[in-house]
């Protein structure tokens, strides 16, 4: 299980671009704070499990158990098991990256800085945790996005740092379909499609079971995807813990 196979998962999941139809008609519409039309999910606590399937460079690699855990702008907790035995947990936090890999052995501890290197992608904690949500992420420092209505999708894009980030949100819903990460700098792109949306009790709230991500690597040599089926997802059913230890005898990695 390589490193990167590892920190997929911490910033998680597939590749799968649908053909999108020709829509004909376009409008602007000029940057306000109301004018993105997204539900981001709301929530203190929330749990999900599912399947994931992961593939490095046409490779794919045994079917995986997930579970995510997150309280909400504070942790994000992830386990992931194979037949039955548990390979890699991760915890990330504001400032910190932590991951520990029971089949070798070793743990690794960071902040993201560290995963950013890894990924070789900036990333933050904002970004990891709207990922996984489905959530559309807006722009920070005052940087003003380009929206564009086609039909009932809305496409934003804007610049952070030496991202392009694109985001589609399907109206009728306010969720976000697929998002595009481009890393001008070292020309990575991370891809992301969500899907399957459905309505989350007792809230009524809307979130995608199915999510693809896939990393594309400018120099062509690794292209790693992940496909995730979440099969129950709860939102505020109950307090959730985060239990990170390292064992006796692992080794730390750099």
């Not at 990330?92 to 991951?99: A, C, K, N, P």
């Not at 290197?117 to 970004?127: D, E, G, I, K």
């Amino acid at each position: 299980m390589s490193n990167r196979f590892l920190l997929l998962f911490v910033v998680l999941i597939i590749l799968g671009s649908c053909a999108r139809k020709a829509i004909p008609a376009k409008t602007v519409i000029p940057p306000t704070a109301n004018a993105v039309k997204a539900n981001n999910v709301e929530f203190r606590y929330l749990s999900a499990k599912g399947k994931a399937q992961i593939e490095q460079n046409g490779n794919k690699l045994p079917n995986a158990n997930l579970t995510l855990r997150m309280r909400r702008d504070s942790v994000i907790w992830l386990s992931v098991s194979v037949a039955g035995f548990e390979g890699v947990r991760a915890s990330i936090t504001q400032d910190s990256v932590r991951v520990l890999n029971k089949l070798q052995h070793e743990y690794y501890v960071g902040d993201f800085a560290y995963l950013s290197r890894q990924l070789n992608v900036p990333v933050s904690f904002a970004q990891v945790q709207a990922l996984l949500l489905g959530n559309y992420l807006p722009a920070t420092n005052g940087t003003e996005p380009t929206i564009t209505t086609e039909g009932a999708t809305q496409r934003i894009q804007y610049n952070q740092a030496s991202l392009f980030i694109e985001q589609l949100i399907e109206m009728s819903l306010g969720k976000l379909q697929k998002l595009s990460v481009r890393d001008d700098a070292s020309k990575n792109n991370l891809l992301v499609d969500y899907s399957d949306f459905r309505t989350l009790m007792p809230t009524n709230q809307s979130f995608a079971h199915n999510t693809v991500v896939q990393v594309q690597q400018a120099n062509g040599k690794t292209n790693s995807s992940a496909a995730i089926n979440y099969r129950n997802v709860d939102v505020d059913t109950e307090r959730l813990d985060f239990p990170f230890s390292v064992p006796s005898g692992y080794v730390r990695k750099k």
